[in-house]
């Protein structure tokens, strides 16, 4: 019934700008803290960024402090990251999540419940 689905993938230059997004259904979405993980190949996967139920407060990794920015929209409950000056080292795949608005806080990365399957973003150098 839970569903989160990623899109706007693909392939861009060093530098360049991307959007992605992610389509929640079957849980009450604006209880819900969202964020985005990544895994780069080889590797396990890692936090990027998030943004608490109200969307009042966000937190992300230093490795895109200044360069992603999340955002939702809860009337259509959507999910966005904005990522601009893309390098070489974000190529990954980008994963959607959802995390109780009663797990954890805002600087806590972990106890999220659902997942997405995640779309693949490379940056050529």
């Known amino acids: 019934q839970v569903q989160l689905v990623e899109s706007g993938g693909g392939s861009v230059q060093a530098g360049g700008s991307l959007r992605l997004s992610c389509a929640a259904s079957?849980?009450?979405?604006?209880?819900?803290?969202m964020g985005w993980f990544r895994r780069r190949l080889g590797q396990e996967r890692e936090f990027v960024i998030q943004?608490?139920?109200?969307?009042?407060?966000?937190y992300s990794a230093d490795s895109v402090k200044g360069r992603f920015t999340i955002s939702r929209d809860d009337s259509n409950n959507m999910v966005y990251l904005q990522m601009s000056g893309l390098r070489y080292e974000d190529t990954a795949i980008y994963v959607c999540a959802a995390r109780s608005r009663w797990a954890g806080n805002l600087f806590y990365t972990s106890g999220y419940s659902y997942w997405g399957q995640g779309t693949q973003v490379n940056v050529s150098s």
């Open positions: 079957g849980f009450t979405f604006s209880s819900y803290t």
């Open positions: 943004i608490d139920y109200s969307g009042t407060s966000t």
